[in-house]
């Protein structure tokens, strides 16, 4: 990583650190393959590399995390014009691939719960 100096003040300097594209590929160990079980980990990973690379090499950088994505998640980013920013291609992936809860499943979950031995009912009166 290189450190890339700002204006310095008289009393303290301001250093933010950038790291190369291929470094910052290092950190998307596993590709996005439709997988939703892996899709926050991808887009967590992705994310922080676009922390570490510098703003002016973002475009650069998206064109290699684009080809961490394969399979038809691939094929359905292909689909969409709207893939020249991370934000775009995250917002697609959230759309496509996030595990989303409906409501009936947290009514079944509700309904399912039981109380256990030694639990406090809201009242505050033992089971």
Not at 70 to 82: N, Q, V
Not at 115 to 126: A, D, F, I
Request: aromatic content about 8%; glycine content about 4%; some cysteine.
């Amino acid at each position: 990583m290189e450190p890339d100096h700002s204006s310095e003040d008289s009393e303290t300097a301001y250093v933010t650190h950038h790291c190369s594209t291929s470094e910052a590929m290092k950190l998307i160990t596993l590709p996005f393959d439709e997988n939703k079980r892996r899709l926050r980990e991808f887009i967590e990973n992705v994310h922080v590399a676009f922390e570490l690379v510098h703003p002016n090499k973002h475009e650069v950088l998206l064109t290699f995390v684009r080809t961490k994505i394969t399979g038809d998640a691939r094929s359905k980013l292909i689909i969409r014009d709207l893939t020249h920013t991370w934000a775009l291609v995250k917002g697609i992936l959230e759309e496509i691939y996030a595990v989303r809860r409906t409501i009936d499943f947290y009514t079944c979950s509700m309904f399912s719960a039981r109380q256990e031995r030694g639990e406090v009912l809201l009242l505050g009166k033992p089971y």
